[in-house]
């Protein structure tokens, strides 16, 4: 089961301004800090972590590595965030549902961001582990690429023309330059290079997986930038890189699946139980009009008395 975490940018830094305007946030689970606050506003400090955090995030430099003036811009930045924070708190900004919902997000995304990193400091990818991902990296790789030219041009009635064009002798790349429309291999005589299937869309790479070397396709192939006629030049295996060169970046492949694998793992342990969402309601039938009155018959008026 793939599952992807959502970790926005700045999440610590959100967390800070959850902080500045709610004061009973985190009651009893934060440890004390032990050095002196940088600051206080409206009687709540900013501790030198939240500085921290802060700067790191806004400058990518630790705190003790700010010059003077850093310091002093970043220090403003922040007791900025807490002021508007707390006038949010004033105003009570949170009670707007989802602004609330906003703040829980976040508030979890941190959390399970801190729960990942503190999982992933116990793991160690072994040599095993990095092999393993090898072999699932490389048996997911395609086996062949291929090297193939191709005419494009707007409408199916124009591919066809080109295929008798070729049936009747004429250079694919002579027509490649005369009619393709793609200014990507046009002057190149339609030559696409070398590509696997993956790297063109699946028409195409259907289209070019089914032909000999050499052989062109006998009925054009329509794919989203219009009508191709396709000529496969060669193949050739996909040679894989050696486990040594990519060995350092598998370790990353590796620390995603297992903690996908936590998660998973978290999932089954937990009791979740969704709500159907409710059905929407069917229209109600319009009541019947009623039928319109028949129009009344001419009243005969009475005839004139004679004199």
Aim: aromatic share 6%; charged share 30%.
């Amino acid at each position: 089961m793939s599952t992807r975490i959502w970790i926005p940018a700045l999440a610590a830094v959100a967390a800070i301004g959850l902080a500045a305007c709610n004061p009973k946030a985190g009651q009893g689970t934060a440890a004390a800090s032990s050095k002196p606050p940088v600051a206080t506003v409206n009687g709540k400090p900013i501790s030198a972590e939240a500085f921290g955090v802060w700067a790191q995030a806004q400058t990518n430099k630790k705190a003790d590595e700010l010059s003077a003036d850093q310091r002093k811009q970043v220090l403003e930045g922040l007791e900025n965030l807490y002021v508007s924070a707390q006038e949010a708190e004033r105003q009570n900004v949170a009670a707007d549902p989802e602004v609330a919902a906003r703040i829980e997000l976040d508030r979890m995304n941190l959390l399970a961001a801190s729960l990942f990193q503190k999982y992933m400091k116990e793991k160690t990818a072994s040599e095993a582990d990095l092999k393993a991902e090898y072999d699932r990296q490389i048996a997911g790789m395609p086996k062949q690429e291929f090297h193939a030219s191709h005419i494009l041009v707007k409408d199916e009635a124009q591919a066809k023309d080109v295929i008798v064009q070729l049936g009747k002798g004429a250079k694919f790349d002579a027509l490649a330059k005369k009619y393709s429309i793609d200014p990507g291999s046009k002057d190149k005589g339609g030559d696409l290079s070398w590509f696997t299937p993956e790297k063109m869309v699946k028409p195409f790479s259907e289209a070019v997986a089914k032909l000999a070397k050499g052989e062109t396709t006998k009925e054009p192939v329509q794919t989203q930038f219009g009508w191709h006629v396709i000529r496969l030049d060669d193949t050739r295996p996909v040679t894989p890189p050696p486990f040594e060169t990519v060995k350092d970046r598998l370790g990353q492949f590796v620390q995603q699946r297992q903690v996908h694998e936590y998660i998973d793992s978290l999932r089954k342990a937990a009791k979740i139980e969704e709500t159907k969402p409710e059905e929407p309601k069917a229209a109600e039938p319009k009541a019947a009009e009623p039928a319109a009155a028949a129009p009344k018959a001419a009243e005969p008026k009475p005839a004139d008395p004679k004199p």
